[in-house]
């Protein structure tokens, strides 16, 4: 059986057992069977440069994460509610990288739960249910997440509690005022409705509105006007957390703030399913007072063991010092491709988090980033788009991705560039 029957067979069973709500990348999927650092490589042994994974931050199967795991099964696996050193070892080690205003942590398996579990806290600490999220936020699958995850696909949220705002746009230094307005008449609005603010929710460098992370600390004048509502503000730090940003291991910290809440996920065990949610322990004395959690298998030793090895990579890899330097060298090299395809609009993000947007004249050029999307699969390099009009090419490789990979993503960004027709 050829290749590609055997990939329209495994497509059929798919959709038979899985059924239709899923989606698959690409319009030719990619089977993948073995992954190793920035590779991923299919069933036919063709090797894939992945400039779009951040689940797997230091690189695929990274060997110290993965005899970690090994090691760790090996002994014992079990829950909190026994006593074990090295859940507790890990979360001496992660609360260090916070500001000291950050105390406590909780851990769950996704960041979907940690969301969850950050915006239970949020309304029990504030007596509020109104939470305030960007147009093209993602936040999780859980139902109450989905209600603020319009990057779904889902029909706006009519529930009564939430606000959408538009993601701040690249405007100098007014940047900050004008999405701080966006964030007050949101919660003004909620007010007049007899709506009591419980959170404003941002992935700290926005990605599935499009990537903006310019000018560092425009996000602090929306978190004052958050709080002067009477709302906590919780950084969502899923995706640009743990060094990608490639200054210090947090978003938030880029615009010198400190979150009343932090979540964390995909990244935190490169790969094994735990996240966790930080906060002020003022915050959790409350919640704990008036409500109990518990759950199975959040921060259980093989998770904790995980997580522990991706911290010990970061640190003696550098790899926060890579995706700063790296990323500026990528992002370098993409602007110098605006010279010869007009389709390039805008360059912006920050360490190894940069978006790409691509315009067609004045229009969001959607169509054209489908396009590129899959000639770039066709030549063995993973990438997807973002933004409210799919426009927006989303680069975020492993954190172990070096100058040569970046010389390869843009030499083969040239080439599928030439293959889009002019318009």
């Known amino acids: 059986m050829s290749v590609e029957n055997s990939t329209q067979d495994l497509i059929a069973r798919r959709n038979r057992l899985l059924g239709p709500a899923y989606r698959l990348f690409y319009e030719q999927p990619v089977q993948v069977v073995r992954g190793d650092g920035v590779w991923l490589y299919d069933q036919a042994g063709n090797r894939y440069l992945d400039a779009y994974n951040n689940v797997a931050c230091v690189g695929h199967c990274h060997p110290r994460v993965v005899e970690a795991i090994a090691r760790q099964a090996a002994i014992v696996n079990t829950h909190t509610r026994y006593l074990h050193e090295t859940v507790l070892d890990y979360a001496e080690r992660l609360l260090a990288t916070f500001p000291p205003e950050i105390g406590n942590v909780m851990f769950t398996c996704t960041g979907s739960e940690s969301n969850d579990l950050a915006l239970r806290v949020a309304r029990t600490c504030t007596g509020g249910t109104g939470v305030v999220v960007t147009k093209t936020a993602y936040h999780g699958v859980t139902g109450l997440l989905a209600e603020l995850s319009p990057s779904l696909g889902l029909p706006e949220p009519t529930a009564p509690h939430v606000r959408l705002v538009p993601a701040p746009q690249p405007a100098g230094d007014a940047t900050g005022d004008i999405f701080a307005g966006h964030i007050r008449a949101a919660f003004d609005d909620m007010k007049r409705s007899g ?35 009477g709302a906590l503000f919780i950084a969502d730090e899923v995706q640009p957390g743990f060094g990608r940003c490639g200054d210090g291991l947090w978003g938030f910290a880029r615009h010198g703030l400190i979150p009343d809440v932090v979540t964390m996920g995909k990244p935190m065990g490169n790969g094994h399913p735990v996240a966790a949610m930080a906060a002020r322990p003022e915050l959790l004395k409350e919640f704990g007072a008036r409500s109990r959690y518990f759950n199975t298998f959040g921060g259980n030793p093989v998770s904790a063991a995980a997580a522990t090895a991706v911290l010990d990579v970061i640190e003696q890899e550098g790899l926060v010092e890579n995706a700063k330097r790296t990323g500026a060298y990528l992002r370098e090299r993409i602007v110098a491709l605006r010279d010869r395809h007009d389709l390039i609009h805008d360059v912006r993000g920050a360490g190894l988090f940069i978006g790409v947007e691509l315009r067609r004249g004045d229009a969001p050029a959607a169509k054209e980033t489908a396009q590129l999307v899959n000639g770039l699969r066709a030549r063995h390099v993973l990438i997807s788009a973002a933004g409210p009009n799919a426009n927006v090419l989303k680069v975020r490789p492993p954190l172990v991705f070096g100058r040569e990979h970046a010389d390869l993503l843009i030499e083969t960004l040239d080439q599928a560039l030439r293959d889009i027709p002019r318009g």
């Open 195 to 229: 709506i009591r603010p419980a959170a404003l929710l941002v992935d700290t460098i926005f990605s599935s509105d499009g990537v903006f992370a310019d000018p560092p600390g425009f996000l602090r004048p929306a978190v004052d006007a958050a709080r002067a509502a």
